[in-house]
């Protein structure tokens, strides 16, 4: 069964922001520490940051002071915020469990950050 859907991903240029959304479909949801991911073309899935059901935060190298993660207990959905965005940042967005959950991958949202 679909346990999380991705969205809000999108073309935008160097230097803006999106915000991307993570839904997820059961009360439990609520419990897991939840975690933002991405993968480049060739590359493994990336953990960018992460967020415990008490809303402490973790971010990669990368996103640490650009990227911001919340979540709305009410709505269960975690969100990730992406400011100041790069080139470099181009990738499919996806949430998941941390650690992650092999058979929880959705389809992911693709965010392309070029001029």
């Known amino acids: 069964q679909v346990q999380f859907v991705e969205s809000g991903g999108g073309l935008v240029q160097p230097g803006g922001s999106l915000r991307l959304s993570c839904a997820g479909s059961r009360t439990v949801f609520n419990v897991y520490t939840m975690g933002w991911y991405r993968q480049a073309p060739g590359k493994q899935h990336e953990l960018v940051a992460s967020?415990?059901?008490?809303?402490?935060?973790n971010y990669s190298g990368s996103a640490k002071g650009r990227f911001t993660i919340s979540r709305d207990r009410v709505k269960r959905t975690v969100y990730l915020q992406m400011n100041s965005l790069k080139p470099e940042d181009t990738a499919v967005y996806y949430c998941?469990?941390?650690?992650?959950?092999?058979?929880?991958w959705g389809q992911g949202t693709q965010v392309i950050v070029s001029s």
């Open positions: 998941n469990r941390d650690p992650a959950i092999p058979h929880y």
């Open positions: 967020i415990t059901s008490d809303a402490s935060t």
